[in-house]
Structures are given as C-alpha cells and as structure tokens.
C-alpha cells in the first residue's frame, strides 16, 4: 500500500482487518507517518547518501538532455547540488531536469530560491510536479499546532535539542508542555529528523523543509518574535559556554559549541539585523576563545560586522576590538592588527579589557618587529588583578614570552605552569607543556634538547581539541628538530607545513617556511637551491617567531650567499605567491604522512 499519509484511518481500518482474518499476510505500507496498528515495524528511510544522489542526478540529467557529460569539476558541483537539496529524490529530479537550460554552477547558485527554480514537471500527481507541491502537501497533513511549532522551528540552523525548543518555540498556540508531543508527531509525520546521539537526542530540519517553515513563519507574522526568542536563548548559551570553557569542562563545553555553531551564526546574524549591538558583542566575545583555538574563520566576520554596528559614533567593548584584530594577524595584516588592538586599549574600563586587549597588541607588535615595553606594564597589572581568569592566563603568557630567554625566564615559567593547571582545561594544560619544551629547547644559555622535545610532544598529543595550540606545538617541535640536524627535521616540517595551509593559518605557516628554508640550507641534506629560492619569497616579510625567526633568516642568508645563481633563485621566488611557495617546499621535503597528504595535494594543485 503506497503513499498512505492521507488515509491512514482508512489504511488503518484494512490492514486491521486483513492481518487478523489473515495471519500469514505480510503488508507493506510507505507513508510519511506510522501506521500505528498492533505488529507495525517502522524503518525510516534516510534521503539518499552522496553517491546515491550523484547517480541520480546524472541520470535524470542525462535523460533531460543526451548531450550532457559533466567533467570532474562539474561533478564537484552537482554533488553540491544534491548535498544542498539534503538527498531528496523529488528534488533531484527536479534540479536535474533545469540542466537543459542552466549549467550546473547557475542552478547551484539559485538554490536559495528553491521553490522558483524547482518546479514544471508534467505528469502524475500534482504534488509530484513542483517541490513546493511536494512539502505543501505533508504541510497540509499537519493540525495546527504541530503547523505554528514547524515555522517556529525553522529558526533553528543545523540541529537543536528538546530544550531549546521549548525556550524558542513555546508561546501563543503552544504551551512549554506541548512542545514534547508536537516535535514527536513531526517527527512522526517525517518533517523533523530526530538523531540519537552521546550527547543526548538532536532534531533538525532538512534545509529545503527549513526554508517552507521560514516563509510559513512570515506568513503568520511572528519572524521579528521567533528570532529574538532564538538570539536571546543562544546569546545566554554562549556566555554559559566561555565561563565552562575557562576550566575542566573545556571539551564538553567545546563540544557544544560545535554542535551549535549554526545556531549561534543565526542568533548573531538576527542580533545585526535588528539592531542588537549588546547582543552581538556578547555572542562575539563569548564564542572568541572557541573561534580561535578551532581557527573557525568565519569568525572573523562575526566580529567585523558587529563592530561595523556602532560605526564612529561609539565604541565597542575592547574585546570585539581584540577579536578583529587577531583575525587581521592570522590573515597576515599586521598594521591593521595593530590599529585594532590599539583601539581596544582605548575604549578599555576594567583591569580585563586593558589586560586582553595589551596582550593582543604586544604580541602583534612583537611581530610587526616594534618595541612593546609600554605595555609591559600593564600585562604585569592584569597578570595579578584581573578577575577574568583567562585575561590572567594571556597576560602571564604575554609577559612569559617577553621573558622567555632571558634570566627571568624560569620564574616566569613557573607562575605561568602554575597558573595553567589551575585553570585546568586541557588546553591550558597543553599551553604549560609548550612553553616548558620551548624554554628547555631555546634556552640561550643551557637548553636541554631531549627534555624539551618530550614537552612539545606531551603539548601536541594532549586532546585538547586546540587546532591553533597543536599547529604552535607541532611547529616548534619541527624547530627544535631541524636546530638539532635530527634526521626527522625534514619530514616534522613537511607536515607543520601542509597543516597550516590547510587551516589557512597564515602567520604559523610563514614561521614553518623559514625553518623549512634553514632546514635546506643546513640541514641535513643541504638543498641550496631549494634555500634560495624560499628565501627569496620570504624576504617580503619580516621574520616570523621572533628571536628564532631572526637566527633562522640570517644563518640562511649568510649559508646561500655564495651559492652560484642565488640572485636569479631568490627572484624566482619573490614571484611566488602563497600556493606556489607552499607546494614548492613540499616539493623539497619528504613525502608527509597520510593525514596532511591532502593539504599537499591541494597546495600543489592550486
């Protein structure tokens, strides 16, 4: 019995009947909802994997027009289409049968007007002919609450638990009661999708089913209500999260915000357009240290767009300034990093706004090679009186590396340790480990090579979920290993720097690349052409990682020197850009291991 949503008192009466005159019959029903008759087994059905959808474009397509033989840069692309349209066969059908008039890139990008472009089938059943038909029709099939807690729930982005939907959606027409019984019938009725996971149960929305509740949630003229319920319920999330984040529970709180980030990108979004500015700074501060440590770049214009809020006439909190600006770093635009830090320091009130914004501003300044000792002061401030633990953490570290080398540097080193493990997250206990092996390693005057290896190994193998921390440690790991002529100094390097790239996380990469030309210079196995040549890209930039950046770039310019065709080899490589200078070192070193293999190849492809 095909399709018996419509029917199902009816369907229900029959099969009733049938199974109990007749006790050997087997039925077998499709239908957007159980049954609900005595022996039922339910087997949902998932939309199609990214195979499946593939294969199905294809055919449709091909049968649409026979002259049509995507090459492998538009199957890319169809297979984007078909992960957009969440696997549904009917809208499938539909996007492949534009291919006779749109290329597969055009029908990519109208895909945010679905229900314009997807339509004009002729034949069978209407609601089989438009995609819009084909939702309307289950939509219809819903009472009216379960109708008004489907808009509602359409301004969820990615998944959502119970919880939250009974803070969102919960109002007019729906009781906080009621919530629990509506999200199991539109589970039921194969609207919302309901994952089990360790974490507990997590509902979601197909997109192309998200985007009819959006228009439905208009219709009914609660967008403006819904949406502010949403932003103030994540804005509240994530101030929970960053407190949580600040100690033991760090990976749980981590994996929250993984699992929520669309949610929070919706609830910042809503907070811009209507004007929020209180409620976008706290999203912005308080997803800051996730966002970096994940290098999740689509931060960086979370931050830019809620400073654009207040335009010249206010200032925002020295934090949103903080944030921006360690976005421009990792995007190489150190005077802009400079300027941002500085304002923050401006606006600052608090001991924790001079305290985090001074850090930021010391360690871009540092970089862009100026004298920083007027914020030394102030780091020292913050390190003992700010309240906020984690601007005690980055103004110890700040003060840490300033002193790293010199006399004080173990002192420093102790209280820094000390105060990492009693923040106690994984991360900050990583971080101990770190600057531990850095000074063991680096140590101008007694540096114990084997003691800080083990410590930067300790800091990289501990799951902190830190993709910036384990990019520091695995490159000064790398470091240590190519200062020390050790035989695995080429291929450590190889991976830092296919690893970077494929985190975009620009500034780590610079650093690999001027260990990596050293490492060709006098390594090992000298590669002087190789040296040359990276030389000659990296001379646009200034020294990156400080002290070791300095030692690094002079003994590489002193060892190619006299090498015949330097001159030409460092022109070749000041025409390089970034992609090219990438694949080029790789192209120097050892094969790198599996997991940085595809950085590599895209380096090298681009």
């Known amino acids: 019995l095909d399709n018996c949503e419509h029917l199902l008192d009816e369907v229900c009466s029959v099969v009733r009947i049938l199974t109990t005159q007749c006790p050997m019959l087997n039925v077998l029903t499709t239908s957007r909802e159980p049954l609900g008759v005595g022996g039922e087994q339910v087997i949902r059905l998932p939309s199609l994997g990214p195979d499946e959808s593939l294969d199905l474009f294809l055919q449709r397509a091909t049968a649409a027009d026979s002259r049509f033989e995507p090459g492998t840069s538009e199957r890319e692309v169809i297979a984007a289409i078909c992960a957009r ?18 290329a597969p890139g055009e029908l990519l990008d109208r895909l945010d007007d679905r229900f314009v472009v997807l ?11 438009t995609l819009r038909a084909a939702v309307s029709w289950s939509y219809q099939l819903l009472g009216e609450p379960a109708r008004v807690l489907f808009a509602r729930s359409s301004v969820f982005h990615g998944t959502f638990d119970l919880e939250a939907a009974e803070a969102v959606c919960a109002g007019t027409v729906i009781d906080a009661d009621d919530v629990i019984d509506l999200v199991a019938e539109l589970v039921d009725k194969s609207i919302v999708t309901a994952d089990r996971t360790a974490g507990g149960t997590r509902y979601r929305l197909l997109e192309t089913l998200r985007q009819y509740g959006e228009e439905r949630l208009d219709d009914i003229g609660e967008a403006a209500a ?39 990108r ?21 997803t800051t240290w996730y966002a970096q440590a994940r290098i999740r770049h689509d931060h960086q214009d979370w931050a830019r767009r809620t400073l654009e809020m207040r335009g010249a006439a206010g200032a925002n909190r020295s934090r949103v300034y903080a944030s921006a600006s360690w976005w421009l770093n990792v995007n190489d635009d150190i005077p802009g990093a400079i300027a941002l830090a500085r304002r923050g320091l401006e ?7 001079r305290g985090h914004s001074a850090t930021n501003l010391f360690h871009w300044m540092r970089a862009g090679y100026r004298d920083a000792a007027e914020l030394l002061p102030i780091l020292e401030e913050a390190s003992g009186q700010a309240t906020d633990i984690d ?43 770190l600057y531990t092996g850095m000074l063991e390693c680096f140590s101008p005057t007694a540096p114990d090579l084997p003691v800080g290896l083990s410590e930067l190994q300790r800091a990289a193998s501990i799951d902190d979920g830190s993709l910036f921390g384990n990019s520091i440690a695995s ?8 200062m020390s002529r050790h035989s695995d100094a ?30 060709l210079a006098l390594g090992t196995e000298t590669d002087m052409e190789g040296a040359a040549t990276l030389l000659g890209y990296l001379e646009d930039w200034s020294p990156q990682g400080g002290g070791i950046g300095l030692r690094a770039r002079s003994a590489t310019r002193a060892a190619v020197a006299e090498f015949p065709d330097a001159g030409e080899l460092a022109h070749a490589g000041a025409v390089l850009d970034r992609h090219q200078a990438v694949a080029y070192a790789l192209s120097r070193l050892p094969p790198v291991s599996s997991s940085a293999q595809r950085a590599a190849s895209v380096a090298v492809s681009r």
């Open 85 to 102: 349209l969440d696997g549904i066969p009917l809208a499938i059908e539909l996007a492949a049968a534009r291919i006779r008039s749109l």
């Open 119 to 129: 339509r004009g089938g002729r034949g069978g059943l209407e609601r089989h002919q």
């Open 226 to 264: 819904i949406r502010r319920a949403h932003l103030l319920y994540y804005a509240d999330l994530a101030g929970r999260l960053h407190r949580e984040r600040l100690g033991p529970g760090q990976l749980a709180a981590d994996a929250v915000y993984e699992r929520e980030w669309g949610n929070l």
């Open 266 to 286: 919706a609830a910042l979004r809503w907070a811009i357009v209507s004007g929020d500015v209180d409620r976008a700074e706290d999203l912005v501060v308080h």
């Open 347 to 353: 606006v600052a009130v608090d001991s924790n706004g």
């Open 391 to 433: 601007v005690r953490w980055a103004a110890s570290q700040a003060l840490l590396v300033s002193r790293l080398t010199k006399r004080d540097g173990p002192r420093r080193l102790e209280h820094f340790v000390r105060l990492c493990h009693e923040i106690g997250g994984p991360a900050y206990v990583s971080s101990a480990h």
């Open 475 to 482: 490159t000064m790991q790398a470091t240590a290993l190519v």
């Open 490 to 519: 080429g291929r450590a390097l190889a991976s830092v720097i296919a690893e970077a790239y494929d985190a975009r996380f620009w500034p780590m990469l610079r650093q690999a690349l001027e260990v990596c030309a050293f490492h």
